[in-house]
């Protein structure tokens, strides 16, 4: 039976400076029963903007809150009609050299589980199993009256068929399938209600200003507790949706490894901060690694 090497961090409330090295990350790694936390990021070499990089959407965008959401039907016709544009970008997205890297990475036995904040399906299209999608996915639809949930292939067909003459035109593509529209255009739109009750449709991701089900956050929960180590994988830690789990690991003195371009607000609690780009970083973990 394969025994975990015993790791020792000094973790200070000041970041540790952050590196180009892997040195320190592959010794992490190489004791297995790393837990993955991956933020926009790892997607942004996919196609799909992250919203707090250098070029990050929150820069120039304000994302839809729930509560805007759930209360307005004018809301969610501006919604609906600037997300059924950007959905096809995200829909057709590849995942790319980290998503694949995060793969092979589980199936040697390195990684014991992913969560990922990206409500993009990248790491299940690139083979990754059991990934805890902790906003939810844009694939699918629920009904915030009835709680039916469909795929979002099926509304998107059903959006066609009620809006034949579409001729809206993305300016920009957000993290979360949303896009730039115009006001007019976006007035034209015609939304379309859940079959089962002719309720609000929602796409079935976690908003701004709406929780995450408790049932998820503490399949989370148990997936640091059960890990060696918190491996973050670009992520600002900017909500505390995702903070929260860092914050856990390193009460629990396991160590947080972050890689991401630029400062997160989990840097205090990091024992190793690398500042690379995912796909590179990540590939070359991968071959490094016996």
Not at 91 to 119: C, F, K
Not at 140 to 167: I, K, M, Y
Not at 183 to 203: H, I, M, N, T, Y
Request: glycine share 10%.
């Amino acid at each position: 039976m394969r025994t975990r090497p015993t790791l020792t961090w000094t973790v200070t409330a000041a970041p540790v400076p952050a590196t180009t090295s892997l040195d320190e990350l592959a010794r992490a790694v190489t004791g297995r029963g790393v837990v993955v936390l991956s933020g926009a990021g790892l997607s942004t070499e996919s196609g799909i903007p992250d919203y707090r990089g250098a070029s990050g959407t929150l820069r120039r965008h304000t994302p839809m809150t729930y509560q805007e959401f759930a209360g307005s039907e004018a809301a969610r016709r501006r919604y609906w009609a600037r997300s059924h544009l950007g959905w096809r970008t995200v829909a057709r997205a590849e995942p790319n050299d980290g998503h694949r890297a995060v793969t092979e990475l589980r199936a040697r036995g390195y990684l014991s589980g992913v969560i990922t904040q990206n409500v993009d399906g990248l790491h299940q299209a690139a083979g990754t199993p059991g990934v805890v999608e902790l906003h939810g996915s844009l694939d699918r639809v629920v009904c915030l009256d009835c709680g039916r949930t469909t795929s979002r292939e099926a509304l998107d067909d059903q959006l066609r068929a009620a809006n034949p003459g579409f001729a809206g035109v993305a300016a920009r593509v957000n993290p979360d399938g949303d896009v730039e529209l115009a006001d007019e255009v976006v007035r034209e739109f015609q939304l379309v209600a859940c079959a089962g009750c002719s309720g609000r449709l929602k796409p079935d991701v976690v908003f701004f200003g709406e929780n995450v089900p408790p049932p998820r956050v503490r399949r989370c929960y148990r997936l640091v507790e059960a890990a060696s180590a918190m491996l973050v994988l670009g992520s600002s830690l900017a909500v505390m949706s995702g903070l929260r789990f860092v914050r856990s690991a390193a009460r629990a003195g396991k160590p947080v490894l972050i890689v991401n371009q630029g400062e997160t607000r989990g840097d205090p609690h990091a024992a190793v901060r690398v500042d690379l780009p995912l796909g590179r970083a990540l590939t070359e973990l991968a071959n490094r690694l016996p």
